[in-house]
């Protein structure tokens, strides 16, 4: 290798590797070398899988491990090495010449503490993104050093003989997926399949040909007490399983991971007196032929409203116990599972659905404890999931920072848990929000963060959303009373102000889309407290805001919706797009008229 000394700084410099490995000794002594690098591999049967020890001095680089995913996650650190002295070297030094790169002699070993480093991005509701953009989902996630990907699925395949299903939504088909798994493989990712198979089924049960398959068969009341179409399908159908049987055959002939996520979450239309249906449907379905020799994982919402149920899991089912709270009670469940040897994960949020502009605190304090609990209760894992609810009108930078999160916890454990801040967590999203390694944007990372806080700038909250855009997705509902009980005009003129502020430290970052998607999100919110506070001017409802004040409210949310095509457009496939709008485009007709639609709970109707 051709490598040549040269000057020694006064004191060691530090740089900030990610995720933080479990030792770092680097001396101060920079060098000169080729690149693209020159690395001898050596095995080394005693370290743990994904572990290995990087090796660094003038003649010669080596990367002990005993797996390539050891060796290949050795080589991420080097080249992040590289990227990060290249960034100082821009500040302090001349850059290196082409074909040359600046390192220091030292010695990194390192090893993850969770084997189950995931993630799970919603594309059902509505977003489906391009193939381009997952591949570059991929690249982050391996830059991360995150090694399992799910794409929730409802009915974003391309089911043969399911046309109706899919017809508007540009699904993935086996050839993209083909692409996609491969990129995975490449990345040491696990491309796990994920098809619910229980409740959110209402994109089948809409249409005609499925509707029978229903608990329910028509509009049912909603969590948020609207009526919408109904979600669950029904065990005690004997077609039920036929149904579900073709769609796991097929999707798992194309996403052949060793696991399979089957959902079975929030079966909304199940009675709790046929609770017990929820342990049958289970084994029937897990016996299915495309599931031989599978590893299930099940959400665990149904086993903790019903504890009895957990004595009874099929042997190979394993539970993601999910959580979007910074308190959710992952100990108490944890422990459960630990007692009765029942294998799981846990899954806590991005905190970005439903929120506009994101919980980025509660995301952080969510996905600490998630960590904590998982390493302390001996669970396989944690898979950071990301929704898309009503719409998915948040945009991906805002869940860029529980992502970041979950790799440094997931990865680091006991070594950060205690000491990785949000402010930490703000940075380092400042490094990798727009998805080049070594390139510095602390102006996005803080940003994203302001943002983050604004659903904490009122005195009522309510679990699993910001309660402060409801009159977005609902304008049919008052503010001032229910969730929104306690809000004020003050509260509303507090946080255009701050939008103000974020405005101007957007407005510093480099150019990028992450920048843009930020600027519509202060755009949204802006356009919701200003409406917020125009109800709060009468008496709470849409009707109380004078003709002129909705007329300036509706021009601003048709800027918005144009903004909102066009950006939908540059990550994501068209499908979906029109669906999501609606939600946009509900919110514009109730300032036209001042008599938003009572009924308003979606734009899905029974076909």
Not at 368 to 378: C, L, P, R, V
Not at 500 to 520: F, N, P, Q, V
Not at 552 to 558: A, D, I, M, S, Y
Not at 595 to 606: F, I
Request: net charge negative; hydrophobic share 35%; glycine share 6%.
């Amino acid at each position: 290798m051709k490598s040549t000394a040269t000057s020694v700084p006064n004191t060691r410099p530090v740089f900030n590797l990610f995720p933080k490995p479990s030792e770092v000794k680097l001396s101060n002594k920079f060098f000169k070398t080729s690149y693209p690098l020159v690395v001898s591999h050596r095995h080394i049967e005693s370290l743990g899988r994904d572990s290995y020890e990087l090796l660094i001095s003038e003649r010669e680089i080596v990367i002990k491990s005993s797996s390539k995913s050891g060796a290949y996650y050795g080589m991420k650190t080097l080249e992040q090495l590289v990227s990060l002295i290249k960034v100082e070297q821009k500040e302090e030094r001349d850059e290196p010449s082409p074909g040359e790169c600046l390192l220091l002699e030292g010695v990194i070993k390192d090893s993850p503490t969770l084997m189950t480093r995931g993630v799970m991005i919603d594309i059902s509701r509505d977003k489906v993104p391009t193939l381009s953009e997952l591949l570059n989902i991929v690249e982050l996630l391996s830059n991360l050093k995150l090694n399992h990907l799910e794409l929730y699925m409802e009915h974003t395949f391309e089911y043969v003989g399911h046309e109706e299903v899919w017809a508007k939504a540009s699904p993935l088909s086996i050839m993209e997926i083909d692409i996609l798994k491969q990129a995975c493989e490449d990345n040491f990712i696990d491309l796990v399949c994920n098809q619910n198979t229980f409740g959110h089924m209402e994109r089948w049960l809409i249409h005609k040909h499925y509707r029978e398959l229903g608990i329910e068969k028509e509009l049912v009341i909603s969590p948020f007490g609207m009526l919408r179409p109904p979600t669950t399908i029904d065990p005690a159908n004997e077609k039920s399983i036929v149904l579900i049987g073709d769609i796991l055959e097929q999707i798992t002939s194309a996403i052949d991971s060793k696991e399979v996520n089957i959902g079975f979450d929030e079966p909304f239309e199940l009675p709790n007196k046929r609770s017990g249906e929820w342990l049958d449907w289970l084994t029937k379905v897990t016996a299915l032929s495309s599931l031989k020799d599978k590893e299930i994982i099940v959400w665990g919402d149904m086993l903790a409203g019903h504890p009895k149920l957990l004595d009874g899991l099929p042997e190979q089912v394993k539970v993601a116990e999910w959580g979007y709270e910074a308190n959710s009670p992952f100990q108490d469940r944890n422990r459960s599972f630990q007692e009765r040897g029942i294998p799981f994960i846990n899954s806590p949020g991005t905190s970005s659905w439903l929120s506009i502009s994101g919980r980025t605190k509660n995301s952080f304090e969510n996905t600490k404890s998630a960590t904590k609990n998982a390493i302390e209760f001996n669970g396989e894992g944690i898979l950071t999931t990301d929704w898309g609810d009503f719409g998915h009108l948040q945009w991906w930078s805002i869940s860029l920072p529980g992502i970041i999160a979950a790799a440094q916890f997931s990865w680091a454990g006991e070594k950060v848990l205690d000491s990785y801040s949000y402010d930490d967590l703000l940075n380092d999203t400042g490094i990798f929000a727009i998805g080049e390694t070594g390139v510095r944007d602390l102006a996005l990372g803080k940003a994203i963060g302001k943002l983050g806080e604004i659903s904490n700038m009122v005195p009522f909250q309510f679990p699993n959303l910001s309660t402060i855009t409801l009159h977005l997705y609902f304008p049919q509902l008052p503010l001032g009373y229910g969730l929104t009980t306690g809000a004020t005009i003050e509260n509303f003129q507090s946080i255009v102000e701050f939008l103000g502020e974020i405005k101007s430290e957007i407005a510093s970052a480099k150019d990028s889309i992450e920048k843009d998607e930020l600027l519509a999100t202060e755009k949204l919110m802006h356009l919701v407290s200003k409406d917020a506070i125009f109800r709060l001017e009468g008496n709470g409802f849409i009707n109380s805001v004078p003709e002129d004040k909705r007329a300036t409210l509706k021009t601003e949310c048709q800027d918005i919706i144009e903004l909102h095509k066009s950006l939908w457009l540059r990550r994501n496939r068209e499908g979906g797009l029109n669906d999501s709008l609606a939600w946009l485009e509900n919110l514009k007709s109730a300032y036209d008229s001042g008599e938003p639609n009572k009924e308003w709970a979606g734009p899905l109707k029974l076909c």
